[in-house]
């Protein structure tokens, strides 16, 4: 692979052409001819949801399953081939550096065979389901069938299950495959209805600010706190960058364009703002309650920091076995954009194994691709299990999938405190004007903060997300100070505004019969809409990314976590440390149930283990940003390019083949480039370039080389 850097305006590029026999594709794995009657079973293939207490007997055949997954592994080197480009991508000396693969590049090199996809399809259809394709990244295929039918094919049973008052179906037993491919065979999807639930905090009662003389946030306080303004003064608003955001029901648009305008923000135009729903998943349903709440949260306020970001709105429809992780796996095998945030999750050990290695799986894909994840860490402090409106945790210490993942960003929760316990009369004045601007804000400077912990508030477990991963190692890059060495991922990586209860953030939604921002922003009868948790932080701090990529003249950041721990340790400035409170909420003493993390309730009935402190901790991570000092730190690349083309395949002697060459602007490159093509010393070809000089002009140009050969071979080129 040959890549070059020329940091000039115009330059002449030599491309040697490397002689040698190379194969497209991956090899084969599946060697011995696929027998049925010698069968393993699939460990892991039951959702950890599908208990005995909760089963309620067989589930009916005759309900069809329309498109369920079987999600393929990676072997073992493709496995250390994909951990070490990612590696590469993240470092400025290497020739990866920033070197995005598309979905079918990340299929070449990394999904399953075209021979192996074509052995288990042809299984799949002789057993009598129908196969509805496979993912872009050749990592799962889709199939069809009846639950009779699924239960045949993989020798198991489907059972109903009652859980928190409603009827779920899902496989009762593990499923088995032929031995031939069972290795290939990471899991299942798709094959129950257990949906993720949304996290986002409400408000409750919903009160005016008159009457609680509370404070809330409209997006000009957000960025006043956190030091946006300076971006937006420069013309660093988002243009030109698009943010993905994950949810589970189609929304009505009008509660955005409400928002944006008792914002102050700019209207929508065109395209800026799109609905997708997932194809396969059924016809769209108009979100209600949670769902809704949750998806205007994140669309209103991704775009509330990103101003003028374009916002995709993925989601699903009817089918009750589709879920928001098929919104995820959609955005990603798709590639639909580069910054992704989603607020939906669950603990580690309510997924399973097998499932949070999915889920790992294609945010490796999703890094590879040059797609960067935010995720909320969790709203339930140390015991993730324990979400929900409980008061008491009886499931451990747990922390949150898909924020776990070393690969994903985690995004903890603070709030404020110093607006409170101000002491310049009257209270809070320090901090907040007396009445609003003509955008509706009235803070006046940063706030200090806290661990967002309103357990005590009355409304159940209600804290940050935090703690140690169970099922992921600590990653090479998780180091500084107060980052515990104890070999395990830990979360939260950074911390946002989350609390509910004091401070909140605006909403604009239609929640059952309520119409929102009907004045301003009250409803009808002068209320406002006010929520919070860390469903706030993933899609806040996906905008804030979003206009460091603009200042940046990336086209896409990848994976940021490496960057942002080294940052934090290069400056005290770019993060606000937070050194009071903690995420600890009551628990069952003697508790967890089996399988959850070692550490039990103490007889206190209360965890008491992570402290905030200076430095990085478990409940609020780095801390929380100043915007626009991360922004000014963020290392944008040289003005440069980097240059990538195609292998080009020649059957004989004689004959010739054609390829793409590739011109990739780095930062702000601007300019022509003129490319010669030189076979290597010795080597039976001739080669030509057609067009000879490019204009890159802020985006991908792209010429064709053409190779002639006296002999057999392939030219092997940078991919």
Same mark, same amino acid.
């Given at each position: 692979?040959?890549?070059?850097?020329?940091?000039?305006?115009? #330059?002449?590029?030599?491309?040697?052409?490397?002689?040698?026999?190379?194969?497209?594709?991956?090899? +084969?794995?599946?060697?011995?001819?696929?027998?049925?009657?010698?069968?393993?079973?699939?460990?892991?293939?039951?959702?950890?949801? #599908?208990?005995?207490?909760?089963?309620?007997?067989?589930?009916?055949?005759?309900?069809?399953?329309?498109?369920?997954?079987?999600?393929?592994?990676?072997?073992?080197?493709?496995?250390?081939?994909?951990?070490?480009?990612?590696?590469?991508?993240?470092?400025?000396?290497?020739?990866?550096?920033?070197?995005?693969?598309?979905?079918?590049?990340?299929?070449?090199?990394?999904?399953?065979?075209?021979?192996?996809?074509?052995?288990?399809?042809?299984?799949?259809?002789?057993?009598?389901?129908?196969?509805?394709?496979?993912?872009?990244?050749?990592?799962?295929?889709?199939?069809?069938?009846?639950?009779?039918?699924?239960?045949?094919?993989?020798? /198991? !049973?489907?059972?109903?299950?009652?859980?928190?008052?409603?009827?779920?179906?899902?496989?009762?037993?593990?499923?088995?495959?032929?031995?031939?491919?069972?290795?290939?065979?990471?899991?299942?999807?798709?094959? @129950?209805?257990?949906?993720?639930?949304?996290?986002?905090?409400?408000?409750?009662? !919903?009160?005016?600010?008159?009457?609680?003389?509370?404070?809330?946030?409209?997006?000009?306080?957000?960025?006043?706190?956190? +030091?946006?303004?300076? &971006?937006?003064?420069?013309?660093?608003?988002?243009?030109?960058?698009?943010?993905?955001?994950?949810?589970?029901?189609?929304?009505?648009?009008?509660?955005? /364009?409400?928002?944006?305008?008792?914002? *102050?923000?700019?209207?929508?135009?065109?395209?800026?703002?799109?609905?997708?729903?997932?194809?396969?998943?059924?016809?769209?349903?108009?979100?209600?309650?949670? +769902?809704?709440?949750?998806?205007?949260?994140?669309?209103?306020?991704?775009?509330?920091?990103?101003?003028?970001?374009?916002?995709?709105?993925?989601?699903?429809?009817?089918?009750?076995?589709?879920?928001?992780?098929?919104? &995820?796996?959609?955005?990603?095998?798709?590639?639909?954009?580069?910054?992704?945030?989603?607020?939906?999750?669950?603990?580690?050990?309510?997924?399973?194994?097998?499932?949070?290695?999915?889920?790992?799986?294609?945010?490796?894909?999703?890094? $590879?691709?040059?797609?960067?994840?935010?995720?909320?860490?969790?709203?339930?402090?140390?015991?993730?299990?324990?979400?929900?409106?409980?008061?008491?945790?009886?499931?451990?210490?747990?922390?949150?999938?898909?924020?776990?993942?070393?690969?994903?960003?985690?995004?903890?929760?603070?709030?404020?405190?110093?607006?409170?316990?101000?002491?310049?009369?009257?209270?809070?004045?320090?901090?907040?004007?007396?009445?609003?601007?003509?955008?509706?804000?009235?803070?006046?400077?940063?706030?200090?903060? !806290?661990?967002?912990?309103?357990?005590?508030? *009355?409304?159940?477990?209600?804290?940050?997300?935090?703690?140690?991963?169970?099922?992921?190692?600590?990653?090479?890059?998780?180091?500084?100070?107060?980052?515990?060495?104890?070999?395990?991922?830990?979360?939260?990586?950074?911390?946002? %505004? $989350?609390?509910?209860?004091?401070?909140?953030?605006?909403?604009? =939604?239609?929640?059952?019969?309520?119409?929102?921002?009907?004045?301003?922003?009250?409803?009808?009868?002068?209320?406002?809409?006010?929520?919070?948790?860390?469903?706030?932080?993933?899609?806040?701090?996906?905008?804030?990314?979003?206009?460091?990529?603009?200042?940046?003249? &990336?086209?896409?950041?990848?994976?940021?976590?490496?960057? &942002?721990?080294?940052?934090?340790? =290069?400056?005290? @400035?770019?993060?606000?440390?937070?050194?009071?409170?903690?995420?600890?909420?009551?628990?069952?003493?003697?508790?967890?149930?089996?399988?959850? $993390?070692?550490?039990?309730?103490?007889?206190?009935?209360?965890?008491?283990?992570?402290? $905030?402190?200076?430095?990085?901790?478990?409940?609020?991570?780095?801390?929380?940003?100043?915007?626009?000092?991360?922004?000014?730190?963020?290392?944008?690349?040289? %003005?440069?390019?980097?240059? #990538?083309?195609?292998?080009?395949?020649?059957?004989?002697?004689?004959?010739?083949?054609?390829?793409?060459?590739?011109? +990739?602007?780095?930062?702000?490159?601007?300019?022509?480039?003129?490319?010669?093509?030189?076979?290597?010393?010795?080597?039976?070809?001739?080669?030509?370039?057609?067009?000879?000089?490019?204009?890159?002009?802020?985006?991908?140009?792209? #010429?064709?080389?053409?190779?002639?050969?006296?002999?057999?071979?392939?030219?092997?080129?940078?991919?």
């Amino acid at each position: 692979m040959v890549t070059l850097r020329v940091s000039l305006l115009s #330059a002449a590029v030599i491309l040697c052409a490397a002689v040698s026999v190379a194969q497209s594709g991956q090899s +084969d794995r599946i060697r011995t001819t696929i027998d049925d009657a010698q069968r393993v079973r699939v460990r892991g293939s039951v959702h950890p949801l #599908a208990t005995a207490d909760r089963d309620q007997g067989r589930a009916a055949g005759n309900k069809t399953l329309r498109r369920a997954s079987m999600v393929l592994r990676l072997s073992p080197a493709q496995q250390a081939d994909l951990e070490t480009l990612l590696r590469e991508q993240q470092e400025p000396s290497s020739p990866n550096y920033h070197k995005w693969l598309t979905p079918e590049q990340y299929a070449q090199r990394f999904g399953v065979s075209e021979g192996d996809l074509g052995k288990i399809t042809s299984w799949l259809q002789s057993q009598g389901l129908g196969v509805r394709g496979t993912s872009r990244g050749r990592t799962e295929i889709f199939f069809s069938g009846s639950v009779a039918q699924v239960e045949k094919v993989f020798q /198991t !049973e489907f059972h109903n299950y009652a859980l928190h008052g409603q009827s779920h179906f899902a496989n009762a037993t593990e499923l088995s495959v032929p031995v031939s491919f069972a290795p290939l065979v990471l899991g299942f999807r798709n094959l @129950s209805d257990f949906r993720p639930q949304p996290r986002v905090k409400k408000a409750s009662p !919903e009160f005016t600010s008159s009457i609680s003389g509370n404070h809330f946030l409209a997006p000009d306080d957000f960025a006043t706190i956190y +030091d946006l303004q300076p &971006l937006y003064s420069a013309g660093i608003d988002g243009t030109g960058q698009t943010i993905a955001i994950v949810g589970q029901h189609q929304i009505d648009a009008t509660d955005i /364009t409400t928002f944006r305008s008792v914002s *102050g923000l700019p209207a929508y135009s065109g395209q800026q703002f799109q609905q997708v729903i997932v194809p396969g998943s059924g016809s769209p349903v108009m979100a209600t309650g949670g +769902d809704l709440t949750e998806a205007d949260l994140d669309i209103e306020w991704s775009g509330a920091v990103a101003r003028n970001a374009n916002i995709v709105f993925v989601y699903v429809g009817n089918d009750s076995n589709y879920n928001v992780w098929d919104s &995820l796996q959609y955005i990603i095998d798709q590639q639909v954009a580069p910054i992704i945030s989603t607020s939906y999750g669950y603990c580690e050990s309510g997924l399973g194994a097998s499932f949070v290695q999915t889920v790992q799986q294609w945010a490796q894909q999703a890094a $590879a691709q040059g797609q960067t994840i935010t995720a909320a860490a969790g709203d339930a402090g140390v015991a993730d299990c324990d979400g929900g409106g409980q008061s008491i945790a009886t499931g451990g210490l747990a922390v949150d999938v898909p924020a776990s993942v070393p690969e994903v960003t985690a995004i903890g929760g603070t709030e404020f405190f110093s607006d409170v316990k101000d002491s310049v009369p009257p209270v809070g004045t320090q901090y907040w004007t007396a009445a609003n601007n003509t955008k509706n804000g009235s803070a006046k400077s940063y706030i200090p903060e !806290e661990v967002w912990n309103d357990t005590s508030q *009355g409304q159940g477990i209600a804290a940050s997300g935090g703690g140690f991963s169970v099922m992921f190692s600590k990653p090479s890059w998780q180091t500084g100070a107060g980052v515990p060495g104890d070999n395990a991922r830990d979360v939260p990586d950074v911390s946002l %505004n $989350a609390s509910n209860a004091h401070d909140g953030y605006l909403l604009c =939604s239609q929640v059952v019969s309520q119409h929102d921002c009907t004045a301003g922003y009250r409803d009808g009868s002068g209320n406002l809409f006010v929520v919070g948790g860390t469903s706030a932080g993933a899609p806040t701090f996906a905008g804030i990314l979003a206009l460091i990529q603009q200042k940046t003249g &990336l086209t896409s950041l990848g994976p940021v976590n490496a960057t &942002l721990y080294q940052l934090a340790a =290069s400056s005290s @400035s770019i993060f606000h440390s937070i050194t009071t409170g903690n995420n600890d909420v009551p628990c069952s003493p003697g508790t967890p149930a089996a399988g959850a $993390a070692a550490l039990q309730c103490p007889s206190t009935g209360t965890f008491g283990v992570y402290n $905030a402190a200076a430095g990085y901790n478990q409940s609020t991570g780095l801390g929380s940003p100043d915007a626009d000092k991360l922004a000014a730190a963020w290392q944008a690349p040289a %003005n440069d390019y980097s240059i #990538a083309a195609t292998t080009i395949g020649i059957g004989g002697a004689g004959q010739s083949g054609s390829g793409t060459i590739s011109i +990739d602007p780095l930062g702000t490159f601007n300019g022509t480039v003129n490319l010669t093509c030189t076979p290597a010393q010795g080597a039976p070809l001739s080669c030509s370039i057609l067009p000879a000089s490019l204009a890159v002009n802020g985006s991908t140009a792209t #010429a064709t080389l053409t190779v002639k050969s006296t002999s057999a071979h392939s030219a092997a080129l940078p991919n």
